[in-house]
């Protein structure tokens, strides 16, 4: 067979809205949330029948990305080909980290979600069965297989297309560390809070401008518990910018969403944090024209 090379960005995400609705006998709990793709994104080149097979990573985060067999993209893709009865394929694929890790901005998901939708392409997999692969790897990843402007219900795996939000400027901030065992942990700390009800997502949905006090994030309410001196590095921007600051996902990395050419002077007032700083912008999806 002749080798096939296949070359995708995989966004990182935001969630515009993340409510918490219940927690579900499976151990998972029932969200209502907006995932938007940002411009900032890995590099992923999945290449068929080639000389070599395996996961390569390279990259400002290649130390925090496994490289091999257990990488979620690799997952991905190996399920993806049984399903599809292309097992004798050769698969290699190179990940480009610059998506920093556990940080909630969907790095490793994103991977697996490009790596399917371009697969899916080059064996003419349908979308139905990109969604239900995504669902086996894990629960943002059906919402990245989309990209773009994205409902997500369920524990994340009933996803809906919605309008794209028109172009926003957003600025990351990746505190210097994160937590072992993160999203479970977040999860885990809500017990004993009241559940959200979807309403905020149901008005966010509408939603066509977007500033960061329009944000909500349910998992604001455990983070400062959780990873130590957030509340410190949070505090510590909000009066440096003098724009509200948010969390994005399960956190820890903070960010700010707001008009087009703002984004700029917000990143220059934060230039004295111990926080890295990643300007970027919302990007609609690639796959969704
Ligand atoms: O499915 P994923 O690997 O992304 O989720 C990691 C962990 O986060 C799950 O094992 C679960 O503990 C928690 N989780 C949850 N409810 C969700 C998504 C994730 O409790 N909707």
Known sequence: MAESILIGAAPAKINLSLEVLARRDDGYHEIDTILQTLVLGD???????????????????????????????????????????????????RLDKLIP??????????????????????????????????????????ALVLGGTVRARGRGDRVEPIPSLPAHDVVLFIPPDTIEQKTPRMFAA??????????????????????????????ER???????GLAEQWEWLERATGAAIRLAGAGPTLFWIGSPGEGEEIARRASGSACTIIPTRTADSLWRR
């Open 190 to 219: 809500l017990a004993g809070l009241p559940f959200d009800t979807g309403k905020v997502t149901e008005l966010a949905a509408l939603r066509q401008r977007v500033d960061s006090v329009d944000i909500y994030n349910t998992f």
């Open 43 to 93: 590099r992923v080149v999945v290449v068929v029948d080639g000389n070599h097979e395996g996961v390569v990573v390279t990259g400002t985060y290649q130390d925090s990305t496994p490289a091999n067999r257990a990488n979620l993209a690799f997952r991905a893709a190996e399920l993806l080909a049984r399903r599809v009865g292309r097992t004798n394929d050769r698969l290699l694929v």
């Open 101 to 142: 890790p556990a940080g909630g901005l969907g790095g490793g998901a994103s991977d697996a979600a490009t790596v399917l939708r371009l697969l899916g392409k080059h064996w003419e997999a349908p979308e139905s069965l990109l969604l239900q692969v995504a669902n086996e790897v894990g629960s943002d990843e059906a």
């Open 222 to 228: 455990v983070a400062f518990d959780l990873f130590p």
